[in-house]
């Protein structure tokens, strides 16, 4: 599922900086996109529209699997 989640948003922003991580729980996996402060909009969209999108997809994809995910965006903390 995390390299449908990557493929999708290196498709949103080619040359942008972001890390996708997987974290895993009981019975649920988070996945965790974190991506720079100029690039986030694009990612979100307008009214969350795209981020939802993304969501809807990881749940239809992850239907067979059993495992529930969970797809957070955060802004990536630069130092």
Known sequence: MIELVEYLVS???????????QRDGDGSC???VSISKN???????KQGRI???????VKA??????????VTIEEKNEI
């Open 11 to 21: 498709s949103l922003v080619p040359e942008g900086d972001y890390t996708v991580e």
């Open 30 to 32: 988070e996945i965790v």
């Open 39 to 45: 690039d986030i909009g694009k990612v979100i969209g």
């Open 51 to 57: 981020a939802r999108a993304i969501r809807t997809l």
């Open 61 to 70: 994809a992850s239907a067979k699997s059993g495992v529930r995910y969970n």
